[in-house]
T-cell receptor, first 115, second 113 residues
Framework: AQSVTQPDIHITVSEGASLELRCNYS??????LFWYVQSPGQGLQLLLK??????LVQGIKGFEAEFKRSQSSFNLRKPSVHWSDAAEYFC?????????????FGQGTILTVHP | EAGVAQSPRYKIIEKRQSVAFWCNPI?????LYWYQQILGQGPKLLIQ????????DSQLPKDRFSAERLKGVDSTLKIQPAKLEDSAVYLC???????????FGPGTRLTVT
């Protein structure tokens, strides 16, 4: 069955430290990959996406993600975290084809930022 | 550009009551989605519309949930009767028919007591 795994439920970092959030997927082919961020009481905001081409993609708010086909991973990174980055982060996958538009989400990673 | 609008933002009902949520997508977005997000989980797709037709409702509990998108714009999601396990945030999203990018509304937080 198709699935998306975010191994870390909760991550705590200090402001200014680097960040990496992990995402692994299980699909037959290369899907379309997304990272969303959700602040308390808010909807989901798209941070970045990967469809094809360069495996390192840049997003908003200084985030980037790298697609690694051999590891079925799409990890999110930021070199220096700001207190405003505290939120919940979701990795999502669209298998495309007949499943076009059907996003499957991971369970999310809650990011806490210490001053 | 206005985003996806949802109302109400919060709703508290007793089990066995009915409830309805409303969504107005971004203008020009032909595809509309409803997701259920239970606390501690990622959103789960309930139903996908393209214009006023249903593309996928395989994960919609049809014995109690219904959704419609009359005129291919606004959409309503209804639960009747509600159960305790329906407590969740209901998210609406929309996208252009040619795009994989979905834009989400703020959601409706439903509490069933």
């Amino acid at each position: 069955a198709q699935s998306v795994t975010q191994p870390d439920i909760h991550i705590t970092v200090s402001e200014g430290a680097s960040l990496e959030l992990r995402c692994n997927y299980s699909y037959g082919a290369t899907p379309y990959l997304f990272w969303y961020v959700q602040s308390p009481g808010q909807g989901l905001q798209l941070l970045l996406k990967y469809f094809s081409g360069d495996t390192l993609v840049q997003g908003i708010k200084g985030f980037e993600a790298e697609f690694k086909r051999s590891q079925s991973s799409f990890n999110l990174r930021k070199p220096s975290v700001h207190w405003s980055d505290a939120a919940e982060y979701f990795c999502a996958v669209d298998a495309g084809g007949t499943s076009y538009g059907k996003l499957t989400f991971g369970q999310g990673t809650i990011l806490t930022v210490h001053p | 550009e206005a985003g996806v609008a949802q109302s109400p933002r919060y709703k508290i009902i007793e089990k066995r009551q009915s409830v309805a949520f409303w969504c107005n997508p971004i203008s020009g977005h032909a595809t509309l989605y409803w997701y259920q997000q239970i606390l501690g989980q990622g959103p789960k797709l309930l139903i996908q519309f393209q214009n006023n037709g249903v593309v996928d409702d395989s994960q919609l509990p049809k014995d109690r949930f219904s959704a419609e998108r009359l005129k291919g714009v606004d959409s309503t999601l209804k639960i009747q009767p509600a159960k305790l396990e329906d407590s969740a945030v209901y998210l609406c999203a929309s996208s252009l028919i040619t795009s994989y990018e979905q834009y989400f509304g703020p959601g409706t937080r439903l509490t069933v007591t």
